[in-house]
């Protein structure tokens, strides 16, 4: 017997199967046509049953796709299953980079952009925003190429597999940078809320890490762009003090998993993840959730959350806030604006979490609080719809049912909260 198909935190175990492994697009595409339910799997990092299928599960590890930079186009494409920290070492040596990196560089590619996974940074849009270009198999096993100036593109990158299987993607790329994380201890709140614009956009990227409990934040990492120079002109953060040696974001935890700290400057790809490839970040015991607010209301929903201590601190491993700027794509968390990230890293107790979801997306609600996809929520807050947060839903569910009628590609998640009827 066989162990049971999980999440990679463990936290849903798959209905779905067989799990197929295809090592080219056409055999992709002789799957979807099989199939009457199908779907996509990525690194499987989500934490619910977003990719999970009644039917057939394709893994797309063993892809065998090509990586082909195009230096006048200035964009890469690549292989739906690779994973970012490998693309990101084959760009670095050829002399290209990623605009930004989520928290760790284990993540698939065409699972991440489907979900609209970001790093931080004021003006970092997230990973899903850097898509240029995608090959889908579609319902029937067609394949379809859509490209940037495709008007489908718009509300394809950020489908949530719902479209069919994402089998190359196409990104921006930029020329190689070097970057310098350091981070410093206990910044005190009243300093971070003071000027809170000021200090996320002090670097290239900044994140905040918190328990929510006390006075100050616990940890803020830094992460400049050499070639901005602002590492060592960026002001002090008064009241916090330098990190004397590297730190994992959890406290006690250990940080030989962590990207190099203590300012010292290496490749974009060694620095913007808070979690090196080499290292498994932890075993996965782990939950996670984020929600996305409008930049104008940062401050109040900090403040919200901050009221929430007594329930979330007990939950919680760390809280991280981050900073993510705003795109076009329909069903990005970042749609029309930038955004701050509240998200929170909890402690493996489901029933408890689960508790707790509502009372802070009603904390969030008057905030326009969007919930990451692939992180647990509950729904789109009290007295809120999902057309309340996002402009061009009914689009996005036009776009799905067109796009694939006998429903191929629906499953749980996307019933549940109405993309599918
Ligand atoms: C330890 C950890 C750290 C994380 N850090 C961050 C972070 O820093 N920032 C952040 O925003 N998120 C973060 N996440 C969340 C994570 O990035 C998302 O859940 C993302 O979807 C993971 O990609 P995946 O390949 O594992 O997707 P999966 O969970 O495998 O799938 C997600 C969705 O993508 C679809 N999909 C996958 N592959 C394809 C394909 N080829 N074609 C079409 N659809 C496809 C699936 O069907 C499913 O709907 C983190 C998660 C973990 C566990």
Partial sequence: ???????????????????????????????????????????????????????????????????????????????????????????????????????????????????????????????????????????????????????????????????????????????????????????????????????????YSVSLFTDWRGDTVGQVWRKHRVDAGTLGSAPDLAGARRADGPVHPVPGQDPVACTEQGAVAGPWHERLPHFRLEFTPSAGAELQSEWLIPRAHAVAAIEALRGLRDLVAPLLLVSEVRSVAGDDLWLSTAHGGDRVALHFTWLPLREQVDAALPVIEEALAPFDARPHWGKLFSGPGPDRTWQDLYPRWDDAVALLARRDPAGVFANDFLLRHGLRA
């Fill in 1 to 203: 017997m066989t162990d049971a198909l999980t999440t990679w935190a463990g936290s849903h175990t798959f209905r779905g199967g067989p799990v197929v492994h295809p090592e080219t697009v056409d055999e992709v595409a002789a799957v979807v046509a099989a199939a009457r339910h199908v779907r996509a799997l990525g690194s499987r990092h989500s934490f619910h049953d977003l990719a999970d299928s009644p039917g057939t599960l394709v893994a797309l590890d063993r892809l065998d796709v090509p990586t082909v930079i195009d230096p006048d186009a200035r964009t890469v494409t690549v292989g739906a299953g690779v994973r970012y920290g490998e693309l990101a070492r084959d760009l670095h040596a050829a002399g290209w980079a990623l605009h930004t990196m989520a928290s760790l560089p284990h993540i698939a590619v065409a699972g991440t952009v489907a979900t609209a996974t970001h790093g931080s940074g004021d003006t970092a849009a997230n990973l899903s925003a850097a898509v240029r270009g995608l090959e889908l198999v579609g319902a029937g096993g067609d394949v379809r190429t859509l490209g940037a100036d495709d008007p489908e593109l718009a509300g394809s990158v950020v489908a949530l597999g719902g479209l069919g299987v994402v089998t190359r993607v196409t990104l921006a790329v930029q020329p190689t940078y070097d970057v310098a994380q350091e981070v410093w201890l206990d910044l005190p709140w009243t300093t971070a809320l003071d000027d809170f614009d000021a200090l996320m956009s002090s670097a």
